[in-house]
Nanobody, 119 residues
Framework: QVQLVESGGGLVQPGGSLRVSCVAS????????MGWYRQAPGKQRELVAG???????QYADSVKGRFTISRDNVKNVVYLQMNNLKPEDTAVYYC?????????????WGQGTQVTVSS
């Protein structure tokens, strides 16, 4: 059974930093792509950053230069380091893994972790 468990959210002041983590289990973690999404109140869920199994990364324009996604294939963890946080980064952050396995699609989500940027 696949599980994605996020942690590390919280309240931070504008300009501050936070690192959220997602521990994966029940999957061949090193072989799958991972992503971080966020959803602010009243808005659609959006992709923040993604990392492939080979370590290639992509970022939403709104977070480029401020956020860094990384992964530890030994610990089965994907991280999102967030620097210079802005109030508009306030959202629930979700960990995601999606793709195909032997031709069968999969799409797994964590429960989310709240990040609030406010003074």
């Amino acid at each position: 059974q696949v599980q994605l468990v996020e942690s590390g959210g919280g309240l931070v002041q504008p300009g501050g930093s936070l690192r959220v983590s997602c521990v994966a289990s029940g999957m061949s973690f090193s072989l799958v792509d991972m992503g971080w999404y966020r959803q602010a109140p009243g808005k659609q869920r959006e992709l923040v950053a993604g990392i492939t199994s080979g370590g290639s990364t992509q970022y939403a324009d709104s977070v480029k230069g401020r956020f860094t996604i990384s992964r530890d294939n030994v610990k089965n963890v994907v991280y999102l380091q967030m620097n210079n946080l802005k109030p508009e980064d306030t959202a629930v952050y979700y960990c995601n893994s999606r793709g195909t396995n032997w031709g069968r699609p999969y799409d797994y989500w964590g429960q989310g972790t709240q990040v609030t940027v406010s003074s």
